[in-house]
């Protein structure tokens, strides 16, 4: 993994923030995961119909695709840190074992890039956008022709 980072020390609060919250994603831990947001939390993902608001729409979301690809774990392939602002390059990988997106399972094994933009302040995410490749994931269920 290859890292940017504005501070002179080089490993700055704001990349083990980052770190630490793919390690408790691929944990599955929702508790660990959802601690690293801000009440005022506001996020955006592609896949979702709304914002989630607070750790408890994080939650939801999570749950959600824990238990669609229960074995899904995150790569960090580049982590670019500049002040509060950190932008994750990731993929996740994981077989599709329960209904994600109204799709049921398909029992097939998925790999899906994306990228994250995270707001930090006092330590905690306060807003976040999950970009990632929706057309990819819907490839490798069978449900678009490869391109």
């Known amino acids: 993994m290859s890292t ?8 700055s609060s704001s990349e083990q923030l980052i770190t630490d919250l793919i390690a408790a994603w691929n944990t599955h831990d929702l508790d660990r995961a959802t601690a690293f947001f801000a009440a005022e939390y506001e996020g955006n993902d592609v896949a979702q119909v709304g914002p989630q608001h607070g750790p408890a729409g994080i939650r939801r979301a999570l ?7 229960p ?7 580049d982590l670019i840190v500049a002040g509060e602002r950190a932008v994750a390059l990731w993929t996740a990988r994981g077989t ?6 109204n799709i049921p399972a398909s029992g097939r094994h998925v790999t899906v890039r994306g990228v994250s933009t995270f707001t930090l302040q006092e330590g905690q995410i306060t807003k976040a956008d999950f970009i990632w490749d929706v057309a990819g994931l819907l490839r490798a269920i069978g449900l678009l022709p490869e391109l």
């Open 4 to 11: 940017f980072n504005d501070t002179p020390a080089g490993h």
């Open 63 to 69: 749950a959600g695709y824990f238990q669609a690809i």
């Open 71 to 77: 074995d899904v774990t995150f790569t960090l392939s």
């Open 96 to 101: 599709h074992l329960g209904t994600l997106m």
